[in-house]
């Protein structure tokens, strides 16, 4: 009988995106059945994997952080191919959405990132989480200490977001929660890494939860405010109840991923998710005030936006790749963005952009180090 085969995954960072590849982990689990399969993965983001049965173990990068660079991502690979040389890999599979693998962005972070491994998708795209007894336990406790229950509306406000999608701050969102807090049936748990202290009771500090706990107390909530980041995807999760959403958007930001697109290219339903793109932060509290009053379905009904169309991830993609010469990478790019949105003219001239601004640049970039060294 042959020796298992020993694979190494390499999504190292963000934690939305490896809630994301825990799929990837199920599907290997799938394609290669009884392997040993490794997950490098950076320090902040290894607890979202704690307990997952598709994963045998970790490698934990402490120097890795979301600023890592394109060089760092490139010794991981090295030392994965150095590996393989020994005997002590069998292979490896890199899906972070960097280096080459800018070109698998289509849109959708979900899609991008299993793009990157390169095979179908058979398994339930649904994130992977598997809590401990003691994370339940504590969830429950919060839920009691809080009296969630004698509450008809629970809202989880996603309102310090780590994926550029909206630019929250606390004292926005606090401002929103205590609007909402008026209403004494309501309560809003104001959920982020940030300790919040507010004398409403119905103003909940959501700090002392982690993400995975998070995803316990959804079950006793009864609508999510979020912007696309990791509290609103590991809502997502198996561990999870899936809430009603309103999801306020940034339409003009760098990385763009909607639930409602993704949900669309995994066949998933979107009746339960309103997202809007007003360029006043604030109108989140106005819509979820409405939703409370008016009930969801006709909130959504009334303001759900169609997502704008934008390319800009192209220029920089096409930049850095030119940079790094992936000349291959920028033509697969182009193929999938063709294939996904079409002959859009917006899509042409970001990629046109992206040649024509490149020599001026690197140039410029050359400069700023030489004046940095210099300092």
């Not at 994965?80 to 962005?105: S, V």
């Not at 994370?135 to 406790?141: C, G, M, S, V």
């Not at 009691?144 to 550029?164: C, M, T, W």
């Amino acid at each position: 009988m042959s020796a298992p085969q020993k694979i190494l995954l390499i999504q190292l960072m963000s934690n939305g995106d490896c809630l994301y590849a825990t799929a990837i982990a199920r599907q290997i689990k799938t394609d290669y059945p009884g392997c040993h399969l490794t997950w490098a993965v950076a320090t902040f983001c290894k607890g979202i994997l704690d307990n997952n049965p598709y994963i045998d173990a970790t490698w934990e990068l402490e120097d890795v952080n979301k600023n890592t660079s394109t060089r760092k991502v490139r010794e991981v690979r090295a030392k994965a191919e150095q590996l393989i040389a020994k005997g002590e890999l069998d292979r490896y599979f890199f899906t972070q959405i960097i280096d080459y693998n800018l070109a698998n962005y289509d849109g959708s972070i979900r899609s991008s990132i299993f793009r990157g491994y390169g095979k179908p998708i058979t398994v339930p795209v649904t994130p992977v989480v598997r809590l401990r007894q003691a994370e339940l336990d504590k969830a429950t406790a919060f839920a009691e200490r809080h009296r969630l229950r004698d509450y008809k509306n629970v809202i989880l406000f996603e309102f310090a977001p780590q994926s550029g999608q909206l630019a929250m701050t606390p004292a926005l969102a606090i401002g929103m929660a205590k609007e909402l807090a008026t209403d004494p049936n309501t309560a809003i748990i104001l959920s982020s890494a940030i300790k919040v202290n507010e004398p409403e009771k119905n103003v909940i500090d959501g700090s002392e939860l982690t993400l995975r706990e998070t995803a316990a107390i959804t079950h006793y909530c009864t609508m999510l405010l979020g912007c696309s980041s990791g509290i609103t995807w590991i809502t997502t999760s198996d561990a999870a109840k899936l809430l009603p959403m309103i999801q306020l958007l940034n339409a003009d930001a760098y990385w763009v991923n909607p639930i409602s697109r993704d949900f669309e290219r995994f066949g998933l339903p979107a009746d339960q998710v309103l997202e809007v793109y007003d360029k006043d932060i604030t109108a989140l509290g106005r819509y979820a005030a409405e939703a409370i009053a008016n009930g969801f379905k006709g909130t959504r009904d009334k303001y759900q936006q169609p997502l704008p169309i934008q390319f800009k991830t192209t220029r920089r993609s096409i930049y850095n790749m030119l940079v790094a010469g992936h000349f291959g990478a920028i033509l697969k790019h182009i193929r999938i963005s063709i294939s996904v949105f079409g002959w859009q003219p917006l899509l042409f001239w970001e990629i046109f952009l992206g040649f024509a601004t490149a020599p001026f640049k690197l140039v410029g970039n050359i400069m700023r180090k030489r004046i940095l060294k210099k300092q």
